[in-house]
């Protein structure tokens, strides 16, 4: 058979030729890829814009100064401890994301229901977290286009306080968190649809659990950028 | 003819070694290793003054690039992908570096402007 075979059949094995999708993936996924990527371009032209105010300032609020209390417990002098349990529990809701998607490899049904449950409940005590850090900043006197009075920010600065500095730190705080949030809520909103997908059975009858792969994707995303929204505004 | 594609398929599979349990939490204990990092150096080694502010700030980037290449390549399986999806995904986002290159640039002519 090799012998008869001609050069164009030969050509048309290869991933580019035609006929077949040249990076693998099924279609949906691929299209989560894509939007994804936008998704990155938008949180960027967020976090680079925020980047450049902050950087072109001359004060702005300090961040071991503006959070550190845990809401609840501690008022003062706990910087960055509320933020690194929020940060720690994106993280261990990636990972049981994962398990799911890696059970699902296997078909084990039982096993992607338990990794989704824990996977919304993750998320649920994200947005919890967020809830309370922004009522904190709500009560301090933050808001968009909101200030506290100048002896609240006097507390809030390392050197001398700007009001226009705060100003522009609410705005983007309270925008890119909030964006960010507002993500996290859609993720745990498909999280829910698909686990009942699962539980129902919809994803056994088709063979395959494709489904948990790509709402996967969408909810490590929101991690990735809560690793970049956490450096930005908690550490830098 | 079919039977090629089909050991193809077959090979590609075979390769296709993918996240085992084991990978997974390995991944996550690299995740919080780095993260731990972050927060020594943010509460403890700038506060007593070991290291300066400036040179904590690339630090904390350079963290955060690898926590970001781990979720990617790991978590969102990209590491495992057709390499023609690698480059779709990773070649767009250097328009990005563009951008903070171009903004930065900006902000240091702004802040002369603000003086």
């Given at each position: 058979?090799?012998t008869?075979v001609s050069?164009i059949?030969?050509?048309k094995?290869?991933p580019?030729?035609g ?8 279609y949906?996924k691929?299209?989560?890829w ?17 980047g450049?105010l902050r950087?072109?300032s001359?004060?702005?609020?300090a ?6 209390s845990?809401?609840g417990m ?6 960055l ?10 993280i ?8 799911a998607?890696?059970?699902g490899?296997?078909n084990?049904?039982?096993e ?12 649920l ?30 507390e809030l ?7 226009t ?14 964006f ?7 993720g745990?909103?498909?999280?829910i ?5 699962v539980l129902?059975?919809?994803y ?5 659990y ?15 950028v809560?690793v ?9 | 003819?079919?039977?090629t ?7 590609e ?5 993918t996240m ?10 690299i ?11 943010a509460?403890?080694l700038v506060?007593?003054h070991?290291i300066?502010?400036?040179a904590a700030?690339?630090i ?5 690039l ?5 979720i990617?390549a ?5 590491k495992?992908e ?16 563009g ?5 930065t640039n900006?902000s240091?002519?702004w802040i002369?402007?603000?003086?």
């Open positions: 058979m090799s008869t050069q059949d030969e050509v094995t290869t580019w030729a006929g077949r999708s040249p990076f693998a993936v099924e949906g691929m299209m989560m894509f939007f994804l990527l936008s998704d990155a371009f938008t949180f960027s032209s967020l976090l680079i814009s925020y450049a950087f072109s001359n004060a702005w609020p961040p071991d100064l503006v959070f550190q845990v809401p501690i008022e003062h002098g706990a910087p401890v509320f933020v690194g349990l929020m940060t720690f529990i994106l261990m809701s990636s990972v049981t994301m994962v398990l998607v890696e059970a490899h296997r084990a049904k039982k992607v229901i338990g990794w989704m449950i824990g996977t919304i409940i993750g998320g005590m994200f947005l919890g977290c967020q809830a309370l850090e922004w009522s904190h900043l709500h009560s301090e006197g933050f808001w968009w286009g909101a200030i506290p009075n100048m002896e609240t920010l006097k600065f390392h050197g001398a306080p700007s009001t500095y705060a100003h522009q730190f609410a705005n983007l705080f309270f925008t890119i968190t909030g960010h949030g507002f993500h996290v809520f859609s745990v909103v498909i999280n649809i698909i686990t009942i997908n129902m059975g919809t056994e009858k088709r063979g395959s494709l489904m948990v792969e790509k709402v996967g994707l969408y909810w490590h995303f929101v991690d990735l809560w970049f929204v956490f450096t930005f505004f908690y550490l830098v | 003819m079919s039977e594609i089909h050991t193809e398929h077959h090979d599979h075979a390769e296709h070694d085992t349990k084991k990978r997974i939490w390995n991944v996550f204990f995740l919080l290793g780095i993260t731990v990092v972050e927060f020594i150096i509460l403890w506060p007593q070991h300066p502010v400036t700030n690339p904390y980037i350079v963290l955060t690898f926590k970001a290449f781990f990617v790991y978590f969102m399986h990209l495992f057709r390499i023609g999806l690698v480059f779709a995904i990773i070649v767009p986002v250097l328009f990005i570096i951008l903070i290159l171009v903004l900006e240091h002519h002369d402007l603000r003086m």
